[in-house]
């Protein structure tokens, strides 16, 4: 019997590693082939290409911390249109935010629950979501509507003050 071994890897400097970053790899695909078709939309055949997604990731990356979208923070996504669902998506990636798809036909009380339990802090929509703006801001998250414009802020709910009970000492 031969003895089992591993196959071996090549080891590469770190200085020779690309970067793994969604951020970096968006620029990446956008540099090499910014008109290359990355996704296409099955119902119509209408494609996105990767320099339009770089385009959106840029737009989350400068608007993010004016949008009070943290790098830490999380967003949910509630898109009907699934082109628009998924460059959102890579681009909060980008941005550093992490991203909660959620379902664009799910009843108001169901968001408004996800939306509390995940503790998003924004939720992004676009014009062909079902949800309604009012509905999704009871869930207690700021919502965005995502659009030609870039995002835009639809609907904002502040955060419930919280109560302080006085500490009783003995």
């Known amino acids: 019997m031969g003895s089992m071994r591993r196959p071996r890897t090549a080891v590469i400097p770190h200085s020779e590693r690309r970067s793994s970053s969604v951020r970096a790899l968006l620029a990446q695909r956008q540099s090499a082939s910014p008109l290359?078709?990355?996704?296409?939309?099955?119902?119509?055949?209408?494609?996105?290409?990767?320099?339009?997604?770089?385009?959106?990731?840029?737009?989350?990356?400068?608007?993010?911390?004016?949008l009070g979208l943290a790098p830490v923070g999380r967003v949910g996504v509630v898109m009907a249109d699934p082109l628009s669902a998924a460059t959102a998506h890579l681009a909060a990636l980008a941005a550093g935010v992490t991203v909660a798809p959620l379902n664009p036909q799910a009843p108001a009380d169901?968001?408004?629950?996800?939306?509390?339990?995940?503790?998003?802090?924004?939720?992004?929509?676009?014009?062909?979501?079902e949800a309604d703006l009012d509905d999704l801001a009871a869930g207690g998250a700021q919502v965005w509507m995502s659009g030609p414009d870039g995002l835009q802020l639809a609907r904002f709910r502040p955060w419930p003050t919280p109560t302080v009970s006085p500490v009783r000492r003995r």
């Open 36 to 66: 290359r078709v990355a996704f296409v939309e099955g119902s119509s055949g209408r494609p996105i290409t990767w320099g339009q997604i770089a385009v959106a990731a840029g737009d989350w990356i400068a608007q993010g911390p004016r």
């Open 110 to 129: 169901e968001l408004a629950h996800e939306i509390r339990t995940l503790g998003l802090s924004a939720v992004v929509t676009d014009e062909r979501a």
